[in-house]
């Protein structure tokens, strides 16, 4: 074939991919491109179809060509983004399967054809399919802040230098913050979990199961207080999220959840035993003694913040 039927082949494919409103114009810019670039590349001398063809495959698969005169449309996930993500989503799928295999080749044989192979089977068709549910997570997450910043039209802001950027201490990474919510997610359902360790793992050892029965009277009347407060602090991270900042707002927002976790905290573990056991009540009460001391500092933090005000967006 000759150079022009090339180009006009390989415009005609590119085009292909592209809304039908976009092809006349797209497909006279590439051809003008092409043409130019082929007799840069020629020089003085008459362009061959070696040439052409080399041309052609240095710029790419039609297919790929057309994404990028393709329009930007609905974005889950940004391609800048799109290596971090996979790198937290497949790692927590991995973090899953190490602890749930462990748990699953440690627990005591139920009886006659429980060999390692069928406990592998049952391994898959549970924990190991079940883990996939952080990747819908996230990318369920991702679509609901892409969807409120489209709708608000936050997500075309423009770039501020990066010093300039740095000054505003408010502004947050989306994607972190996305993840900070699953985490929180996560922390949220492994309590649950921990609550009906016995119901939904019966196979775990005995120890186990006794170390995690929890006092009713604590079940009945200071636990629920926690949903509350998580389904408020859950809404401020979302509100954050969608403002792609923190705002004066979110901030006494979260002194107000600060205060009110501190105070909860205490009086779990002030007002009686949180589990049956001995041992497993005195680790719990140290280790909310501590979240209750990061809620400090995060209140004395937040609070600073707060009275040096908040800075107006960089431009």
């Excluded at 423009?158 to 919510?181: K, M, N």
């Excluded at 050892?205 to 009277?217: G, N, S």
């Excluded at 407060?229 to 401020?236: D, E, N, P, R």
């Amino acid at each position: 074939m000759k150079p022009e039927a090339l180009i006009e082949s390989y415009v005609a494919e590119v085009v292909r991919y592209l809304p039908r409103r976009l092809r006349d114009d797209v497909g006279f810019e590439l051809r003008s491109l092409l043409t130019e670039e082929l007799r840069g590349r020629a020089g003085d001398g008459e362009p061959d179809t070696a040439t052409t063809l080399a041309l052609l495959a240095d710029f790419g698969r039609p297919a790929e060509v057309a994404d990028r005169y393709r329009p930007a449309g609905f974005t889950i996930i940004r391609p800048a983004d799109a290596p971090r993500f996979a790198w937290i989503a497949l790692g927590g799928v991995a973090i899953q399967w190490v602890i749930t295999l462990i748990a699953t080749y440690t627990a005591p044989a139920t009886g006659a054809g429980d060999d390692w192979l069928s406990r592998l089977g049952t391994w898959w068709l549970s924990a190991g399919l079940g883990a996939f549910w952080w990747p819908g997570l996230l990318v369920s997450l991702s679509i609901v802040a892409a969807v409120i910043t489209a709708r608000r039209g936050t997500d075309a802001s423009e770039w501020t230098p990066r010093a300039a950027a740095g000054l505003d201490r408010d502004r947050i990474s989306r994607p972190l913050y996305v993840l900070a919510i699953a985490g929180a997610l996560v922390g949220i359902a492994a309590l649950v979990a921990a609550i009906n360790l016995a119901t939904w793992w019966p196979w775990l050892p005995q120890p186990v199961l006794d170390a995690f029965v929890i006092d009713e009277t604590f079940l009945t009347t200071r636990a629920p207080w926690a949903l509350v407060l998580w389904a408020a602090a859950f809404a401020s991270m979302i509100a954050v999220l969608i403002a792609g900042r923190w705002t004066r707002t979110t901030r006494l927002l979260s002194i107000v959840g600060n205060v009110l976790w501190i105070v909860l905290l205490v009086w779990w573990v002030a007002a009686g035993p949180i589990f049956v056991q001995p041992a497993a009540d005195s680790v719990t009460k140290g280790c909310l003694i501590l979240i209750a001391a990061i809620c400090v500092l995060d209140l004395v933090i937040t609070a600073r913040h707060l009275r040096r005000g908040i800075p107006e967006p960089a431009v």
